[in-house]
């Protein structure tokens, strides 16, 4: 078996402050390349906590975060920046698009903050992805002219421009009506399975988990896997 596009080992988490609270109790996880995961889970389960470790934005307790083959305790900040930047991609409830900023601007962020200037490739590629998600009118359009479901599709392909390894995405139709999250989930399980990137996925919506791979569940800080269908 290769190296797991993500991997957690004994994964513990604590927060401190004046009562220290466990959030996550020695959690093992692995995520194959391609692999579309969802995790569910009440509100303070743990889940947020698990993809922000996952993601290099916080560093767990105890235990191992292994992505794409690299132990994250052996990376120091300015490695784990760039990480997150070139390997992971981030979809999150609200899609944190710039006010200013087309959206083939936005669609491009990751990328030109890990390159500086992208090369002609680089345009080709994202606004490729832009047309992919039925952006191709809505190059130069500002948020504020998207609806909901297109500011959402913008940040979807913000996620993938880059080319990452894993993508986690938390709760990414969450602010979305029904139809709009269905939309916007159904392009994340084609990109997924088309790109072959692997993608964990934080939602509320059992609906939208039935679809995925694997469903996994975090009941206080412990999880659990449910069984094939």
Not at 76 to 84: K, M
Request: hydrophobic letters at 40%.
């Amino acid at each position: 078996m290769g190296d797991a596009a993500a991997e957690v080992i004994g994964l513990k988490k604590t927060y401190f402050g004046a009562r220290p609270v466990e959030v996550l109790h020695g959690l093992d996880f692995r995520v194959e390349p391609g692999e579309l995961v969802a995790v569910v889970g009440q509100s303070g389960s743990g889940k947020s906590t698990l993809l922000n470790c996952l993601g290099a934005l916080g560093r767990p307790t105890e235990g191992e975060v292994i992505i794409d083959g690299l132990r994250l305790a052996d990376l120091d900040e300015d490695e784990l920046a760039d990480l997150r930047n070139s390997r992971v991609g981030f979809i999150f409830q609200f899609h944190h698009l710039l006010d200013e900023w087309t959206c083939l601007e936005n669609a491009m962020m990751a990328m030109a903050i890990r390159k500086g200037t992208p090369s002609e490739e680089d345009y080709e590629r994202v606004i490729g992805l832009l047309e992919r998600v039925g952006l191709g009118h809505r190059l130069d359009n500002r948020p504020s002219q998207l609806s909901g479901g297109e500011q959402q599709r913008t940040a979807v392909v913000r996620a993938l421009a880059n080319d990452p390894r894993l993508v986690l995405a938390d709760e990414p139709t969450g602010n979305l009506d029904s139809k709009s999250g269905q939309e916007v989930f159904n392009l994340i399980h084609d990109m997924n399975h088309e790109t072959g990137v692997a993608l964990v996925m934080v939602t509320h919506d059992e609906r939208l988990a039935q679809d995925a791979d694997r469903i996994v569940r975090i009941e206080d800080g412990l999880l659990s896997e449910d069984a094939p269908a």
